[in-house]
């Protein structure tokens, strides 16, 4: 419902993504005292199922995600070509439909404006339909844009849920099914069995360029599924995007210190450098807010949060660089391979981007899965810092 033409909130939240979604969830159970408003032209969560495990969100935390959750399996599988896994590992998923339900049921009714922000400030935002939008604060919640300043490789992705007549047999997610053909660079097959006869099949990659032919991607997913026996018969659901893998990049160019709107979420830089995956952080921004939300200083703290996590995920833009500039795209595979024969202690912390600098340098020991000059030429690059 489109609001007044000129209203007055505490809080607008802009964009009902992940990031602006549990936002608003945070602040609606937390801060009930405040008027909050959500702004989304499309379905709030979109067509979107967000993934993540146990060890990803503190136990504080966990309150926030735990409605939401649709599906929970306790362990889950990685398949490569010389190496097969299984990891005793809480894997949990949740879709955009659970967190759209939430939202429309937290806030009151009127208070999600199905509307797009043509202007947004940081007291106030413009809407496409006419009229304007005041509040305490406005947070920028809307997703990446551009991402300014920043060298990326792309993790692209077609998901589609399956009706599998008879059966699918997988009993767990696969995280990463790298045994099929590698194309376009790294590329893996991720399967989540939602019951017996519905599977989840993403087809993703890690490759130079962002462009995504969905059509063709959609083919490989037919293909995979023939080659599994599987007598699909039906299609319930599609999702496809293009995730930043950072290599290197200028904060200060991501987000000026000029622009004093409050960020949170893909737009403000917050999320993993290497996987490209926001819901951990986005958790914790959301959880941290209605503690903040009556600062004047909001958009600042927001920002200095944001610069410090960025700060942190130096080592892992390091890694996307030996991924991208070491390693020829179709033996990219053995980097993720040798990877899954650590510890899964420090591959939960690793997904979690709380990798420890004993991590940090069993990652980095050994021989490298890649050839050895192109690995010290990316390591000894300077701009992945």
Request: aromatic share 10%; hydrophobic share 45%; glycine share 10%.
């Amino acid at each position: 419902m489109v609001g007044p033409s000129n209203y007055k909130c505490d809080i607008a939240i802009v964009g009902g993504g992940l990031a602006g979604g549990l936002a608003a969830l945070a602040l609606a159970a937390k801060r009930p005292d405040l008027d909050i408003r959500l702004v989304e032209p499309g379905p709030i969560g979109g067509n979107h199922i967000w993934s993540f495990f146990d060890s990803d969100i503190a136990k504080k935390d966990r309150w926030l995600v735990a409605p939401l959750v649709r599906h929970h399996w306790p362990h889950y599988d990685v398949r490569f070509p010389s190496h097969e896994r299984r990891l005793r590992m809480g894997y949990k998923s949740i879709t955009g439909e659970a967190l759209a339900d939430a939202v429309m049921a937290a806030l009151p009714t009127g208070h999600v404006i199905v509307d797009k922000a043509k202007h947004v400030a940081p007291d106030h935002l413009l809407l496409s339909r006419g009229g304007r939008l005041s509040a305490k604060h406005v947070i920028d919640a809307r997703g990446g844009g551009k991402f300014a300043g920043l060298d990326c490789g792309w993790q692209k992705f077609v998901g589609q849920a399956l009706t599998v007549k008879g059966g699918h047999g997988v009993e767990q997610p696969v995280v990463m099914d790298a045994t099929v053909e590698q194309l376009d660079g790294y590329r893996f097959v991720y399967l989540l069995p939602f019951d017996a006869e519905t599977l989840f099949v993403e087809d993703t990659y890690y490759s130079d360029d962002a462009d995504l032919d969905v059509g063709f991607v959609r083919e490989r997913i037919a293909a995979y599924a023939a080659a599994q026996g599987w007598d699909v018969a039906a299609t319930t659901r599609e999702e496809s995007g293009v995730l930043p893998v950072v290599i290197a990049g200028d904060f200060d160019r991501l987000w000026p210190a000029s622009d004093r709107t409050a960020r949170i979420g893909v737009r403000a830089g917050t999320f993993h450098a290497t996987t490209g995956y926001s819901l951990p952080d986005a958790v914790r921004t959301a959880s941290s807010l209605p503690g903040l939300v009556d600062r004047a200083d909001l958009p600042a703290i927001l920002r200095d949060r944001a610069a410090a996590a960025w700060r942190r995920q130096r080592f892992y833009r390091m890694l996307g660089a030996m991924a991208f500039r070491a390693a020829d795209p179709g033996e990219r595979y053995r980097i993720f391979e040798r990877f899954y024969r650590l510890s899964p202690g420090l591959i939960a912390r690793f997904y979690a981007g709380r990798s420890t600098t004993a991590d940090k340098l069993r990652i980095l020991s050994g021989r490298p899965p890649v050839p050895i000059g192109r690995a010290i030429s990316a390591l000894w690059k300077r701009d992945w810092r």
